[in-house]
């Protein structure tokens, strides 16, 4: 199971944390994602990191600004956000990867981040 | 970056008859250990995706046998063999072959007609 938290209004050029906590599995043994989806729209890859943080990847417009992270003592996975704009307002959804990188088997209920003044 | 279209975007069904969903994907999604990353995720209304089908037709634990996934290389199809009232939803494929990015179809928006 994925909880994510931490969503919420800011305004653009503020910041935010967000934390997925996971239960249920091995957290420490694997890759994870965030995922965002804007309200009525489709879904967009954000940011993955690899179990032991040794690799980080993240979408073009997200890249300086946002930055994953994660803690395998708490089993808790962050998405530090920077710099925030309108066009970032989504509901974030974190994903747990696969072992062999090509898919997400378990998805959070997602938590909505809105960037307005 | 790999673009995965899916077609059609809205599909209108009757209940108890098929559907069929496409999706291309820009270059072929056949990766160098064997295994080619197709997948299909389901989102209900009001709810966050579920994965139904992985490595194109491999379906997930509790999803309905109704449910079937083909292809190879560079097109793909899920194909509902009975649509259900609870099928109602949008469905995206997403390839995990060409990474980052991973990339996602735009959606098919299944609905009863």
């Known amino acids: 199971q994925l909880v994510e938290s931490g969503g919420g209004v800011v305004q653009p050029g503020g910041s935010l944390r967000l934390s997925c906590e996971a239960s249920g599995f091995m957290f420490s043994n694997y890759g994870m994602h965030w995922v965002r989806q804007i309200p009525g729209k489709g879904l967009e890859w954000v940011s993955f990191?690899?179990?032991?943080?040794?690799?980080?990847y993240y979408t073009d417009s997200t890249k300086g600004r946002f930055t994953i992270s994660r803690d395998n003592s708490r089993s808790t996975l962050y998405l530090q956000m920077n710099s925030l704009r309108p066009e970032d307002t989504a509901v974030y959804y974190c994903a747990k990867g696969t072992l062999n990188w090509g898919s997400f088997d378990c998805w959070g209920q997602g938590t909505l981040v809105l960037v307005s003044s | 970056d790999v673009v995965m279209t899916q077609s059609p975007l809205s599909l209108p069904v009757t209940l108890g008859q098929p559907a069929s969903i496409s999706c291309r994907s820009s270059?072929?999604?056949?990766?160098?250990?064997?295994?080619?990353?197709l997948n299909w995720f389901q989102q209900r209304p009001g709810q966050s995706p579920r994965r139904l089908i992985y490595?194109?037709?491999n379906r997930d634990s509790g999803v309905p046998d109704r449910f079937s996934g083909s292809g190879s290389g560079t097109d793909f199809t899920l194909k509902i063999s009975r649509v259900e009232a609870e099928d109602v939803g949008v469905y995206y494929c997403?390839?995990?072959?060409?990474?980052?990015?991973?990339?996602f179809g735009q959606g098919t928006k299944v609905e009863i007609k």
């Open positions: 270059q072929s999604l056949l990766h160098s250990d064997g295994n080619t990353y």
């Open positions: 990191i690899r179990f032991d943080e040794s690799s980080k």
């Open positions: 997403m390839q995990g072959t060409h990474w980052p990015p991973w990339t």
């Open positions: 490595k194109v037709s």
